[in-house]
């Protein structure tokens, strides 16, 4: 049987944190995937529509502020260090630039604050390299 809750999940992540593992490790649990194909994936349906193909590219994340972290290096807890992009525009966007064909979700499973991390998105029109694949921006780590 595999998860009923997404605090299941999270406990699970933190339990793997507590013993020295990363808590993408979590996906070797097939309780995740379980979680994921019976419960979000058919929320993600719903909203997008039959069509549309789940594209596991997926990462667990243990957001936790300087305070907690260990090792310190002025980085905000073990969350996104620099900012960063999952795809470039040329992956992301069909051929007319406006239509996007790739959705990302996050979906945090502890609270997410300005003391942890959270998820800030650059609108378009602010973003000088949106339009340039080839930018380092694009891909670099997000650690």
């Keep these: 049987s595999g998860f009923h809750s997404i605090e299941e999940l999270a406990a699970t992540?933190?339990?793997?944190?507590?013993a020295g593992w990363p808590p993408v490790f979590c996906f070797m649990c097939d309780a995740v995937w379980d979680l994921i194909a019976t419960r979000l994936w058919d929320e993600m349906r719903l909203l997008l529509g039959d069509d549309c193909v789940l594209e596991p590219s997926v990462f667990a994340w243990s957001l936790k502020t300087s305070q907690q972290?260990?090792?310190s290096d002025g980085q905000i807890g073990q969350s996104f260090g620099l900012p960063h992009r999952d795809y470039p525009a040329s992956e992301a966007m069909f051929d007319d630039g406006k239509t996007p064909k790739l959705l990302n979700v996050w979906i945090p499973v502890n609270?997410?604050?300005l003391d942890n991390g959270c998820m800030y998105i650059l609108p378009r029109e602010f973003d000088d390299n949106?339009?340039?694949?080839?930018?380092?921006?694009?891909?670099r780590s997000a650690t």
């Excluded at 992540?13 to 507590?18: G, I, Q, T, V, Y």
């Excluded at 949106?130 to 891909?139: G, S």
């Design 111 to 113: 609270d997410a604050t």
């Design 69 to 71: 972290a260990t090792g």
């Design 13 to 18: 992540m933190d339990r793997l944190d507590l």
């Design 130 to 139: 949106f339009v340039h694949p080839e930018n380092y921006a694009h891909m």
